[in-house]
């Protein structure tokens, strides 16, 4: 193997180290106009100050100089990043370096000495293999932190004893009659058992003899996915909506009103039970906006229609407002409506004669999905929760 040197550079012809000569190089000079003229660089010319070279390396094959796996006993690197594993013929004028002594031990390429890299596991004396060394602890997502929202109530307020059970998350209003009624529930160490009994914040409750204490108020938005139920439990096993927020809150919460498996969109779980009520009930006017898509375009007949009112099996229903999203697609309505029946929005269109491809609930009581991903949750403001109380929401 030729060794490299300074003057090889510039010959044009020079053999490398495969044993096959280079073509002779070309050379650039700048012109008197401004440009660059290509000129036949001779056999052994030396590159001049004025003249700028470009020259392309031939790209040189490694060759192993040891049977065994990894690098050879000697290491070389010329001025050009070219490599040399043969410990026979070194770079000229480069000093012999203990590192890369010939007559030091061979260095395996996987060692575990840490001079060439860890790139594979290295292995034990048992001849076992060590398993690989992490790159670090993933973090653990890091929660948001729950908000503590004020509360202007009485302690004195007569509260009845169901319903003290159901706030403190220890079970639903019905399932607490049938405890009180099995004499499962004391109130200041004295049994229970009259439905309809009221009781007080200060007063002591407790349930198979451990004290309830009435639960802070969470409020949690959803932007609920597809194929998620809108339920607390399902006895198939599928996925509902509290698989996603099961890490929100210690408190049990429940979701308010229900969506469609398949429909997407705002959904607001909470254990203020005056609050999903008000919601949930007709006589208040709660704005709920869907983004619907269909089968096919909607005539503007069809329109027209639903602005008027549809006649259903339960009962005539009409649309608050209704139009087109965008002025050139004519299969994407958006529609408002107050009622809360059951699958309203899919029933309307299929009784008009089109089938609902995606249903998306944008707006629920005043509350969005903004800045919200599709399965993910957020707690609500201090802003928004006096909103709901109020009833401030069209």
């Excluded at 998620?228 to 439990?233: I, N």
């Excluded at 139009?323 to 309203?344: K, M, P, T």
Aim: one cysteine or more; glycine letters at 8%; charged letters at 30%.
């Amino acid at each position: 193997m030729k060794p490299f040197n300074d003057d090889s550079r510039y010959n044009s012809s020079e053999t490398n180290r495969e044993g096959r000569t280079s073509s002779p190089r070309k050379t650039y000079t700048s012109t008197p106009e401004g440009g660059v003229k290509k000129k036949r660089a001779r056999i052994g010319e030396i590159r001049s100050s004025a003249t700028r070279t470009y020259e392309k390396v031939q790209p040189q094959s490694r060759s192993y100089s040891t049977p065994s796996r990894g690098y050879s006993e000697g290491y070389a690197s010329s001025e050009r990043g070219e490599r040399s594993y043969n410990t026979s013929e070194r770079s000229a004028g480069r000093p012999r370096s203990n590192r890369y002594d010939a007559d030091a031990q061979p260095r395996n390429r996987y060692s575990n000495d840490g001079n060439m890299g860890n790139r594979r596991p290295a292995t034990a004396p048992d001849g076992n293999r060590k398993p690989l060394q992490s790159k670090g602890k993933k973090k653990k997502k890091e929660l948001p932190t729950p908000i503590k929202y004020r509360e202007n109530i009485d302690p004195n307020t007569p509260i009845r004893l169901n319903k003290y059970l159901a706030n403190a998350g220890v079970c639903s209003r019905r399932e607490a009659d049938t405890f009180i009624e099995a004499g499962v529930v004391k109130v200041n160490g004295q049994v229970v058992s009259e439905l309809g009994t009221k009781v007080t914040r200060g007063d002591l409750v407790t349930f198979h003899g451990e004290p309830v204490r009435l639960e802070s108020k969470v409020y949690v938005l959803l932007n609920k996915p597809k194929n998620t139920l809108t339920t607390s439990d399902d006895p198939q096993g599928r996925k509902t909506v509290m698989d996603l927020v099961k890490n929100a809150c210690p408190e049990r919460i429940f979701p308010v009103g229900r969506l469609d498996r398949n429909t997407t969109g705002v959904l607001l779980l909470t254990n203020d039970g005056d609050l999903a009520s008000k919601l949930m009930h007709p006589k208040y006017d709660k704005k709920k906006v869907y983004q619907v898509r269909l089968d096919k375009d909607v005539t503007m007949e069809h329109m027209q229609a639903i602005a008027d009112g549809i006649e259903l099996e339960d009962g005539e229903i009409h649309a608050d407002s209704i139009a087109y999203v965008a002025e050139d697609v004519f299969n994407e309505i958006g529609i408002e409506i107050h009622s809360g029946r059951n699958r309203l929005v899919r029933r309307i269109f299929e009784k008009l004669g089109y089938r609902v491809m995606k249903l998306d609930r944008v707006l629920f009581a005043g509350l969005t999905k903004k800045n919200l991903a599709r399965g993910k949750w957020r707690y609500l403001n201090e802003k928004e929760v006096n909103m709901l109380r109020m009833g401030a929401f069209e």
